[in-house]
């Protein structure tokens, strides 16, 4: 592992360095991390629950029924009894929503101050991480309602981008194209899958670097946004972040799935009732969230650096001195 004191330092990182630097990190705060996310995880995963509630009963006892007859076809689902799930979840879910668009911003900025003061050498406290974060309220919110007005804009031109495609299939198939084709197209539909998840990956990046920006950079909600996305796709940082896009993304799936299998094992082994099953399920889930979180915002904390260094020529003591309170961080000529 690397050492906490050759961490401040202006020499650019490899993914794996990161990546490394990313768990040195996270696992001596762990503790920290952890606590400033399940303050408004907690909540959120309550409330959440209490909403689905009646839909989680109405596809378990669907499971159950399924179970005891694995030779029969599974009984026709009572429309009335989902349509009153639904409508009484509306509520709690409106509560849910608005706690992940104006709370959850506060919680992951204060997870990448946590991650910045211990990368920097400095103390991480639970009240200096959301005293850093509440410092910047304002800037918080208008960049969470950018990407939220980002995020649908990007929503509709996948849309419209799938009506397209299905469009293009429907007239291949009416045209008969030769098998050959075919073949060609899925060879080609099976890398365009994986770039786009990996993409997508970036897209988480350019989002939190974006807070990133906000919380440790204090630039404004605009500069933020749009830098986020150039440190991403810009200035020969793309293979760069594609690569550490494709390490997140593993690590992301290798934790659901060791959450998942330990989540079944627990099912079987405790022999979980239909009523019981659902609440266990929500707590490990933010159990889970709130472990994966930190460590994922740890490697992008670590890519925040080294893009600035990389492309700025940050002098980490800057920032060093913006954290214990002193002057705000500048970008200093390369050598």
């Not at 350019?206 to 830098?227: H, K, M, N, Y």
């Not at 992301?252 to 079987?268: D, H, P, S, T």
């Given at each position: 592992?690397?050492?906490?004191?050759?961490?401040?330092?202006?020499?650019?990182?490899?993914?794996?360095?990161?990546?490394?630097?990313?768990?040195?990190?996270?696992?001596?705060?762990?503790?920290?991390?952890?606590?400033?996310?399940?303050?408004?995880?907690?909540?959120?995963?309550?409330?959440?629950?209490?909403?689905?509630?009646?839909?989680?009963?109405?596809?378990?006892?669907?499971?159950?029924?399924?179970?005891?007859?694995?030779?029969?076809?599974?009984?026709?689902?009572?429309?009335?009894?989902?349509?009153?799930?639904?409508?009484?979840?509306?509520?709690?879910?409106?509560?849910?929503?608005?706690?992940?668009?104006?709370?959850?911003?506060?919680?992951?900025?204060?997870?990448?101050?946590?991650?910045?003061?211990?990368?920097?050498?400095?103390?991480?406290?639970?009240?200096?991480?959301?005293?850093?974060?509440?410092?910047?309220?304002?800037?918080?919110?208008?960049?969470?309602?950018?990407?939220?007005?980002?995020?649908?804009?990007?929503?509709?031109?996948?849309?419209?981008?799938?009506?397209?495609?299905?469009?293009?299939?429907?007239?291949?198939?009416?045209?008969?194209?030769?098998?050959?084709?075919?073949?060609?197209?899925?060879?080609?539909?099976?890398?365009?899958?994986?770039?786009?998840?990996?993409?997508?990956?970036?897209?988480?990046?350019?989002?939190?670097?974006?807070?990133?920006?906000?919380?440790?950079?204090?630039?404004?909600?605009?500069?933020?946004?749009?830098?986020?996305?150039?440190?991403?796709?810009?200035?020969?940082?793309?293979?760069?972040?594609?690569g550490l896009s494709a390490a997140v993304f593993g690590i992301?799936?290798?934790?659901?799935?060791?959450?998942?299998?330990?989540?079944?094992?627990?099912?079987?082994l405790l022999k979980l009732s239909v009523e019981s099953a659902?609440?266990?399920?929500?707590?490990?889930?933010?159990?889970?969230?709130?472990?994966?979180t930190p460590l994922l915002f740890a490697v992008v904390a670590?890519?925040?650096?080294?893009?600035?260094?990389?492309?700025?020529?940050?002098?980490?003591?800057?920032?060093?001195?913006?954290?214990?309170?002193?002057?705000?961080?500048?970008?200093?000529?390369?050598?």
């Open positions: 592992m690397i050492s906490e004191e050759a961490a401040v330092t202006l020499r650019p990182m490899s993914v794996g360095e990161m990546i490394d630097r990313a768990f040195t990190v996270y696992l001596k705060n762990a503790i920290v991390l952890t606590a400033a996310l399940i303050v408004v995880l907690g909540p959120m995963l309550a409330l959440s629950y209490l909403s689905e509630r009646g839909i989680l009963g109405f596809d378990m006892s669907m499971f159950a029924a399924a179970m005891k007859n694995p030779g029969s076809p599974p009984p026709p689902p009572d429309m009335n009894q989902m349509a009153s799930a639904y409508m009484s979840a509306l509520p709690l879910m409106g509560l849910t929503l608005l706690l992940t668009i104006f709370a959850l911003p506060f919680a992951n900025s204060a997870i990448i101050a946590g991650i910045s003061r211990s990368y920097l050498g400095q103390p991480v406290r639970f009240a200096d991480c959301y005293r850093d974060a509440f410092a910047r309220w304002g800037q918080i919110l208008i960049l969470a309602v950018l990407w939220i007005v980002a995020l649908i804009g990007a929503y509709i031109a996948f849309v419209i981008f799938m009506f397209v495609i299905v469009i293009v299939m429907g007239a291949a198939i009416a045209t008969k194209l030769p098998s050959a084709l075919g073949v060609v197209a899925a060879l080609f539909a099976i890398p365009a899958f994986i770039w786009l998840l990996f993409s997508a990956c970036q897209v988480y990046l350019a989002w939190a670097l974006s807070f990133a920006a906000v919380t440790i950079e204090r630039t404004d909600p605009v500069s933020a946004f749009g830098s986020s996305f150039s440190r991403v796709f810009g200035g020969g940082a793309y293979w760069r972040s594609f992301a799936i290798g934790l659901e799935l060791i959450a998942g299998g330990l989540f079944a094992a627990i099912f079987f659902p609440i266990v399920l929500y707590g490990w889930s933010g159990l889970v969230g709130a472990v994966s670590m890519y925040y650096y080294d893009a600035r260094i990389r492309r700025e020529g940050f002098d980490l003591e800057h920032l060093a001195r913006q954290l214990s309170g002193g002057e705000p961080a500048l970008p200093t000529t390369p050598a």
